[in-house]
């Protein structure tokens, strides 16, 4: 059965860094695309950063673009999300998604979470 295990997450001062990471089990790798999103408490689900993994086109949300960096190892099936410069304002429970689709759908429509169709149960970043 598909699988998406975080890891990474941990509490760091401001301006340090962190990297999450997501390894896929259970379904085809490829032609997906993998979203971070990430969730504070008491605000809705955000897209924080995605990639289409058949041809690693990389998307990113404005709050993030310049400290975040999304990649990938297809040979691990895994993803990972580099954070550099973090602010208190990126505190969240981090979550992976996945979702078939092409390249398209990944531009276009990636940024929602409700078009994801598999979650990991998220890991925790504190930023103070």
């Known amino acids: 059965h598909v699988q998406l295990v975080e890891s990474g997450g941990g509490s760091v001062q401001a301006g340090g860094s962190l990297r999450l990471s997501c390894a896929a089990s259970g379904y085809t790798y490829n032609s997906n695309c993998m979203g971070w999103f990430r969730q504070a408490p008491g605000k809705e689900r955000e897209g924080v950063a995605r990639?289409?993994?058949?041809?690693?086109?990389?998307y990113y949300a404005d709050s993030v673009k310049g400290r975040f960096t999304i990649s990938q190892d297809n040979a691990e099936n895994t993803v990972y999300l580099q954070m550099n410069s973090l602010k208190p304002e990126d505190t969240a429970m981090y979550y992976c998604?996945?979702?078939?689709?092409?390249?398209?759908?990944?531009?276009?429509?990636?940024?929602?979470?409700?078009?994801?169709?598999?979650w990991g149960q998220g890991t925790q970043v504190t930023v103070s």
């Open positions: 990639i289409y993994t058949g041809a690693g086109s990389t």
């Open positions: 998604a996945a979702r078939r689709s092409t390249l398209f759908w990944c531009n276009d429509a990636g940024h929602a979470s409700k078009g994801y169709n598999y």
